[in-house]
């Protein structure tokens, strides 16, 4: 079985909706990480955060990191912070080629609008100047992708599709 397909990149990005489908187009499993964080915590990713902190999420994250980068032939969404921790790129890259999915502010601050209070990184009203702020800030970790897919203005089989003429699958 080959390596693991790892979605990377900033919030509202699509990670989660593109590694559904393209997981369905290649026939693999998918694991969204943040789902998988809930599942063997039995808490919300919000609920983290507000009880314990993020310090406790990112803690919960490289465990899964590691568990996951020990597995084969998965498609990942991982959270948009997940490559923020070096030895969390090393354990993604071990095993997986990575993927960082690309957007503009305004697409991304309109996608995270949708789904108000699941971000708790992000406040009640962010604005565009926050997003532009954080996207600079992560910039650099983001380039440890294998390849960049800017999903701009396309559809999820237009975004899928690209991936699988770049991995060559
Ligand atoms: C985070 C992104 C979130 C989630 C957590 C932290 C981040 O995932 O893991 O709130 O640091 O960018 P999404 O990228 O799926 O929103």
Known sequence: MGKNIVLIG???TGKSAVGVKLAERLNLEFIDMDREIEKVTGLLITQI???YGEVRFRSEEKLMVQKLGKRNGLVVATGGGAILDKDNIKALQENGVLICLEST???ILERV???KGTRPLLKKNTTIEDIKEMLQQREKYYSCADFKVNTVGKQ???IVGEIIDNIGY
């Open 49 to 51: 955060f507000r009880r």
């Open 105 to 107: 502010p305004e697409e």
């Open 156 to 158: 999820l089989e237009q």
């Open 10 to 12: 900033f919030m509202g």
């Open 113 to 115: 609008n949708r789904k």
